[in-house]
């Protein structure tokens, strides 16, 4: 079905534009005028630029590339969302319960919008979600491990400002449960450093991003405001059901999940940038709604609801001492 909704299809309208737009503009880091005028912020089109010139070394389409880099992108995510909840040594119901959770975000959920920026931010800040829930339970990693995950879910950000909220509602999350209440000073850092470089890059590299596509955006795009509350809840009635559900039955549960916390306060904030921004687009729910399955399904992995599914442990092998 993943294959069917997300890969046979052409890319969507979006991200065709961003690799026309990358390829047009060439080489140029300042994509705003004249041969292109982009609303967006420039990463996106810096990373377009980057598929582009490898469908150019490999000779392949663009759209071919651009689907089998976010498969890349789905790949790596996957790997380092596997080491982090050790899916190795976890039983057999387990790793295929939370192999088919990811191939459901990665590729069902989005389908015609496979590689939006918003599928790929989900993709970017997945392994940092899951590392923080991981410290909530009292489980530390190395330094350069958070190095790697922060900046990663950095970078996702950065394609769509709105969700820094996402970061602001986990760092919140842990500061709130820690005890002693102290809060975590590299992942917030890390942050904010990240921030001051892509400004300082686009006030750098693409300038007139703030001094021509900023005020023609105030006075066109956003002179049109954004829909009213009912008509966003009407667009996103599934999502607002996903998220009493994940909500009433994480905090109804015992135990609760760390895992099933940390995405639930990720999937709440996801969900306010997604109202913040007033358009009601399927594609920028993808984030809350992603998180907030993943949020549901590890309360459930944790309660006995799953247990009783599990089939009953063999009989354990003789020790060697043992008669045969």
């Known amino acids: 079905m993943a294959i069917l909704l997300a890969l046979l299809p052409d890319a969507g309208h979006d991200q065709l534009w961003l690799l026309l737009a990358a390829a047009r503009i060439g080489p140029h880091t300042d994509p705003y005028g004249p041969l292109v005028f982009e609303s967006n912020p420039p990463l996106a089109l810096w990373l377009s630029g980057l598929v582009v010139a490898l469908a150019k070394v490999f000779h392949l389409s663009f759209t071919v590339t651009f689907k089998l880099s976010v498969i890349l992108l789905a790949g790596v995510s996957a790997l380092l969302c596997a080491r982090l909840v050790h899916l190795r040594q976890r039983p057999i119901t387990d790793r295929w319960y939370l192999s088919f959770l990811f191939l459901l ?28 829930a991981l410290h909530l339970a009292g489980k530390s990693l190395s330094s350069p491990q958070r190095w790697a995950l922060t900046l990663l879910a950095a970078l996702g950000l ?87 559900a994940a909500l009433t039955f994480v905090l109804l549960s015992r135990p609760k999940s760390p895992i099933a916390v940390i995405f639930l306060a990720a999937g709440l904030a996801a969900d306010l940038a997604y109202a913040l921004q007033g358009t009601g687009w399927y594609y920028q729910q993808l984030p809350a709604l992603s998180f907030l399955t993943l949020a549901l399904a590890a309360q459930l992995l944790r309660s006995k609801v799953l247990r009783r599914l599990q089939p009953p442990p063999g009989p354990s092998p003789p020790s060697p001492s043992s008669p045969t």
Do not use: C
């Open 158 to 244: 950065a394609l769509k400002p709105h969700q820094a909220l996402i970061a602001l509602a986990v760092e919140l999350t842990l500061l709130l449960n820690a005890r002693p209440r102290r809060p975590r000073l590299l992942e917030p850092a890390l942050f904010l450093a990240s921030a001051a470089t892509y400004l300082l890059a686009i006030q750098t590299l693409a300038p007139t991003y703030f001094t021509q596509v900023v005020p023609a955006l105030r006075s066109t795009y956003w002179a049109f405001g954004t829909l009213p509350p009912a008509q966003l809840l009407r667009a996103s009635f599934q999502l607002q059901i996903l998220l009493v």
């Open 105 to 132: 975000i990665s590729g069902v959920l989005p389908a015609r919008d496979f590689g939006q920026r918003d599928h790929i931010l989900m993709l970017l800040v997945l392994p940092y979600l899951l590392a923080a």
